[in-house]
C-alpha cells in the first residue's frame, strides 16, 4: 500500500499446493488508494515441475562428481560397442585416455577368448534380461591382460527406450593371480598348546606375513 507498487510471491498451502498471489493497489476514479485486489492462480504444477528439475540438477551433479572421482572403471556405450563415455578411473585402470576410448569400440579391449561371451551378454541385455554381475577380463594399453569384476546398468530414456548401457569394472587381478613367492596354506590340528600357538604366530611374524587367531568362546578369550 506504501509504495503501490503490484507485488507477485509464490506461497505453497498446507495441503502441499503452490499458488502465485498477484497483489495489485486499489485506486478509485479520484485517483486514491482504498485497498487491494488479491489473486490466486494456481502454479502447483509448474513449480512441482521447477523443483524437480532443480532436484535432477543437484542428483545429475552429483552421480557426475561419483563418476569422476571413483577407482572404478566406469564407462556408458551402446549395444554396437561404440563408447559413449570413459571415466579417470578407466583411464587409469586400462591406461587409454578418454579421447582415445571414446574413438574405439568396446570389442577393441575384450580378450578374443571373452568377446563370444560378450557378444551373448549384450544381446540378453539388448532384450531387457537382466545379468548379474561376472568375473571376466580386459585388454590394458600396455598389453597386459586384466581380471575384472563387471556390473552392467541399463540405461532408459523417458519413454522407456534404451540403446546404452553403463558398466562398471573392478580390477580383481590381485585376487586371482597370486605372487609367484606365495605359499600354500598349510594346515594342522593338534591339541591346546600355548607354546605350538606362540611359535607359529611368531613364525608368520617373521617372515612379513598376517596372522589371524580364531577363538570359538569370545567370553574367555585372554589378552
Known sequence: MDTIVPKEVDVQTKDDVWYQVRILPYRTTENRLEGLVV???NIDHIKKAELSLIKSARD???LTTIIRDTNDAITVQTFEGKILEWNHGAEN???YSR???LKSNIIDYIPEKSREEWYN???????G???KSYKTKRLCKSGKTLDVWLTITLIKCAGGASGTFATTERDISNLETPPPDRLAIETRIARWDTQLIRHA???GLNRD???FFVHNRVYNIQA
Open 60 to 62: 545429475l551433479q552429483l
Open 39 to 41: 489473486t490466486f492462480i
Open 209 to 211: 606375513g598376517q596372522v
Open 201 to 203: 604366530i611368531l613364525r
Open 121 to 127: 551378454i549384450v544381446n540378453r541385455i539388448s532384450h
Open 129 to 131: 534380461e537382466p545379468v
Open 93 to 95: 585402470m586400462y591406461g
Open 99 to 101: 579421447s582415445e576410448a
